[in-house]
């Protein structure tokens, strides 16, 4: 494959994207600096939170609609704060409906407010639900395989275990189990939770992750507009080396990448 | 007068009411949210329809910033 030519889409639901980036759009100073972010990282899908309106307090609030269009960006509503499949069931209907039918969602139920860890039994419940109820589900998990096999086996048409916890910026802590998951899946996987750094993003990308979704790396980091072109990069780099097949580790076997004959002065080994 | 409870408020209004009259109301009108009544969804387009009776638990959800 020829770099840059986008034969290499990411498909999710029978849809292709260009980009195998996508972004939250929590805890931004405004939505002038998400959009600025979301704009730099060249992500296609976005994921927002579904939350209780203001109720005649503060009419003028802006909405984060308008700075990140449906019209131009896959909206992706999450249950971010939901501990039971009951709430996350509720509050994907209601962003189905807030979003014209839109029916692509990411479903995460919490355990623990502390860890933010993953319920994955009610993860399972939900996910059997919103499955049936037409919903297309890409659902974040912990790195356990055999969850995200079963996840994959009700339905959901993407796998996202965590890298770490999510908005630790801890990095990939478990790059074994990512490559299981990997290797037993067939719908896409995607780092989703704990990239820290641009590092973070291509290591998950090397080890054949479909994608990577994050929020807290770009949006606290001292700059958020320079890190989301850094992330941007490194997706690119982490699945072009991939795709490229990266050479075999070779311990104290070094091999000379310059000719060995035709030196001047040929040195004999002591 | 009818009390319901929006977002978790207990509110009352002048009855009788429909989801579209709640939302000028409470200024919402025009804007993008989505509506929950009684555990149930209400349409956009059956707002104009759907009264909001006594004791009501209504939950209106806008998209915000997420992860």
């Not at chain 1, 998951?181 to 054949?208: C, H, Q, Y």
Request: hydrophobic share 45%; glycine share 8%; proline share 7%.
């Amino acid at each position: 494959m020829k770099p840059h030519e986008n034969l290499d889409p990411l498909v999710i639901a029978g849809k292709s994207y260009a980009s195998r980036l996508l972004v939250g759009t929590g805890k931004y100073q405004d939505f002038a600096e998400t959009k600025a972010a979301v704009e730099a990282s060249g992500a296609q899908i976005v994921t927002v939170a579904i939350r209780r309106t203001n109720i005649g307090q503060n009419p003028n609030e802006p909405s984060l609609l308008e700075a990140i269009p449906p019209s131009k960006f896959t909206l992706l509503p999450n249950t971010a704060g939901c501990y039971t499949a009951e709430d996350a069931v509720r509050t994907l209907r209601l962003a189905r409906e807030l979003l014209d039918g839109h029916d692509l969602v990411k479903l995460e139920v919490l355990g623990d407010p502390k860890s933010l860890y993953p319920n994955v039994v009610e993860t399972l419940g939900a996910a059997k639900t919103l499955v049936k109820d037409g919903f297309k589900v890409m659902v974040y998990t912990s790195d356990d395989p055999i969850i995200a096999k079963q996840l994959e086996e009700i339905g959901c048409v993407a796998v996202m275990p965590l890298a770490s916890l999510i908005g630790s910026g801890m990095g990939i802590l478990n790059p074994w189990n990512l490559q299981i998951i990997i290797e037993n899946a067939r719908v896409p996987v995607l780092v989703d939770a704990g990239v820290g750094t641009a590092s973070d993003a291509a290591i998950a990308m090397e080890l054949g992750c479909d994608g990577v979704l994050m929020n807290t790396a770009i949006a606290a980091a001292r700059n958020p507009v320079l890190m989301a072109s850094a992330m941007k990069k490194a997706i690119e780099a982490g699945r072009e080396a991939f795709l490229a097949g990266r050479m075999p580790k070779k311990l104290y076997s070094a091999t000379p990448s310059s000719p060995t004959g035709g030196l001047i002065n040929p040195a004999k080994p002591a | 007068m009818i009390s319901i409870t929006v977002n978790g408020e207990r509110r009352q209004f002048n009855g009788p009411l429909n989801c579209a009259e709640l939302l000028a109301r409470l200024e919402l009108a025009g804007k993008r949210v989505a509506l929950e009544r009684n555990g149930e969804i209400v349409p956009r387009s059956l707002f104009p329809q759907q009264s909001v009776d006594e004791g009501d638990t209504l939950e209106i959800v806008v998209a915000v910033g997420g992860g």
